[in-house]
């Protein structure tokens, strides 16, 4: 049988990016490579006016089961430097991301999946992050993003335990957006993106800056609002009873 290798791969249609994890043989484990390609990759299609919207998702019916541990060959503190980095550039993109996720997300897939701005998930998908049973200090950059998203509680509960928990809880909790019966997530997802990608980029970016916590943006983005164009078509496609055609970062 022929050996898939760790790979991710990106496709672009209709404006929606996919990004999957492909590592079948661990679960879609991050290897130090991908972990290592990922700002990379995200950065072409950041800079790529056709994307509009991100979607990260694994392979088959597997989101990510962290880090491929058997393939790490650099210090413990370097993978993790290597690992934060992808999570912040996926923090950083600038248009809007979506986690797909069925199945496990655990470890590093939780991780990825908290730096998307949505995640939605499939009945029967299960969330952990288990560096306590590595013996593993979790970033403080991870930690933090993590507890803004669930709260301490939560937070706390998944890093002190490294147990797994299911979508009831993670809708719950605030870890996941939307649940869906087995095989309508992709249904979904590609209709909530083609929503997004109708939308304005322009207030989507100004949105996620601010969500983010991002300071002294305002100047910046009253500057954006008046040169795009994109206000006025909004308020005549409105008044035209028309989809509008936005334009900023095209």
């Known amino acids: 049988m022929e050996t898939v290798k760790p790979r991710l791969v990106d496709s672009v249609t209709d404006g929606v990016a996919t990004l999957v994890i492909s590592n079948p043989a661990k679960r879609n484990a991050m290897t130090s490579g991908m972990w290592r390609a990922l700002p990379d990759v995200l950065g072409r299609l950041a800079a790529d006016p056709a994307v509009r919207v991100l979607v990260l998702t694994g392979a088959g019916d597997t989101f ?56 939605f998930a499939e009945e029967g998908s299960r969330f952990g992050i288990t560096p306590a049973k590595l013996g593993i200090v979790y970033p403080s950059s991870s930690t933090r993003r993590l507890t803004a998203l669930v709260g301490p509680a939560t937070a706390k509960y998944l890093l002190f335990s490294g147990e797994l928990i299911d979508t009831d809880r993670a809708l719950r909790t605030g870890f996941v957006d939307e649940v869906h019966p087995a095989g309508a997530l992709a249904k979904r997802v590609e209709e909530f993106c083609r929503i997004l990608a109708s939308r304005s980029l322009l207030t989507q970016a100004a949105a996620k800056e601010f969500a983010d916590g991002h300071l002294d943006r305002d100047a910046h983005w009253t500057a954006q609002a008046r040169g795009s164009g994109d206000t006025a078509e909004g308020v005549a496609a409105f008044l035209e009873r028309r989809a509008p055609r936005f334009t900023y970062g095209l």
């Open 64 to 119: 990510c089961a962290g880090a491929d541990i058997s393939t790490l060959s650099e210090p413990g503190d370097e993978q993790q430097a290597l690992a934060v980095r992808a999570e912040e550039a996926l923090a950083a993109f600038p248009k809007p991301t979506l986690a797909a996720v069925r199945g496990y997300c655990v470890g590093g897939g939780s991780q990825l999946a908290g730096a998307c701005d949505l995640r």
